[in-house]
């Protein structure tokens, strides 16, 4: 059993920076694909970025390439997800998950964290 908690969340000016962090606990964390994903209000939940056990592959949603960089730690049990030129698009509620695959859907995560919001005022 995967336990994920993330942190970082916030309220950030639009063309802002953060850096969320999930920290997993009670598993071997290199065994796990990592994937962050989001959810705005009145929205169904969507992908953000994907990794690899070993990190050496990485998957980002057109909507993020080129502003959001996932990254991870595997001695740390850590998964980061780097967001610079933020946009108000981006609020939401942003969730890490651990599962078989770096998937872009929500099918192949078996773990999910609770969620930090991100707030991108204009």
């Not at 991870?72 to 030129?85: G, H, I």
């Not at 890490?96 to 204009?122: E, F, K, L, M, R």
């Amino acid at each position: 059993q995967v336990h994920l908690v993330e942190s970082g969340g916030g309220l950030v000016p639009a063309r802002g920076s953060l850096r969320l962090s999930c920290a997993a606990s009670g598993g071997i964390f290199s065994n796990y694909a990592m994937g962050w994903f989001r959810q705005a209000p009145g929205k169904e939940r969507e992908f953000v970025a994907a990794i690899s056990r070993s990190g050496g592959s990485t998957n980002y949603a057109d909507s993020v390439k080129g502003r959001f960089t996932i990254s991870r730690d595997n001695a740390k049990s850590t998964v980061w997800l780097q967001m610079v030129s933020l946009k108000p698009e981006d609020t939401a509620v942003y969730y890490c998950a651990a599962g078989i695959w770096p998937a872009t859907v929500q099918g192949p995560y078996n773990y999910w964290g609770q969620g930090t919001q991100v707030t991108v005022s204009s």
